[in-house]
């Protein structure tokens, strides 16, 4: 069975500041997707970023960037130079890479409520 | 592109109403997944189609519960008779296997609240 794990249940900082959102998973599986996704206010539920577990080379797009560690089971989220419109709550999730019936079953962390005070 | 679209986005109902949740798929997409979010449960599947042929609905709660995908744009999530406990946010998603393995494409959500 696989498992994510989000410690961090809210997060509370002033704009500007950089803010890491923690991410630890579990799973037997070799092969398996990571992800991140946002939900706003609004309510939907925003992608952010995929990775393959082959591929542990950090990425950083913007203000936001990634840190695949699998000898950790960690893939943390850094959000610098935090803005108020990057309040949201961020899941972090886990998908195998088995083909067939794996795709798309994605097993969701519990969320980071992160709120970015002015 | 209008992306995933979900009808209603909102729905209060009384104990042992039928409630019928509704999706429309991205066009061209050929996988649509129904999760559920809770305060107690998180996100969780409950089911998901590939070209429209129901492939694992394991993450279904119970008989109450049932979905349909008559055709390749449009999906339905059904409780009878729903519960209080049935009360959640239901998202619809959808995902091309060519932009991707496992980019899912979520809609807003149907916030239901059962009385």
């Known amino acids: 069975a696989q498992k994510v794990t989000q410690a961090q249940t809210e997060i509370s900082v002033v704009e500007k500041e950089d803010v890491t959102l923690d991410c630890v998973y579990e799973t037997r599986d070799t092969t398996y997707y990571l992800f991140w996704y946002k939900q706003p206010p609004s309510g939907e539920l925003v992608f952010l970023i995929r990775?393959?577990?082959?591929?542990?080379q950090n990425e950083i797009s913007g203000r936001y960037s990634w840190n695949f560690q699998k000898s950790t089971s960690s893939f943390n989220f850094t959000i610098t130079a935090s803005q108020v419109v990057d309040s949201a709550v961020y899941f972090c999730?886990?998908?195998?890479?088995?083909?067939?019936?794996?795709?798309?079953?994605?097993?969701f962390g519990q969320g980071t409520i992160l709120t970015v005070h002015p | 592109d209008a992306g995933v679209i979900q009808s209603p986005r909102h729905e209060v109902t009384e104990m042992g109403q039928e409630v019928t949740l509704r999706c429309k798929p991205i066009s061209g997409h050929d996988y649509l997944f129904w999760y559920r979010q809770t305060m107690m449960r998180g996100l969780e599947l409950l089911i998901y189609f590939n070209n429209n042929v129901p492939i694992d609905d394991s993450g279904m709660p119970e008989d109450r519960f049932s979905a349909k995908m008559p055709n390749a744009s449009f999906s339905t999530l059904k409780i009878q008779p729903s519960e209080p406990r049935d009360s959640a946010v239901y998202f619809c998603a959808s995902r091309s296997r060519a932009a991707g393995a496992n980019v899912l494409t979520f809609g807003a959500g149907s916030r239901l609240t059962v009385l």
């Open positions: 990775r393959n577990s082959f591929d542990e």
């Open positions: 999730a886990l998908s195998l890479n088995a083909g067939g019936t794996s795709y798309g079953k994605l097993t």
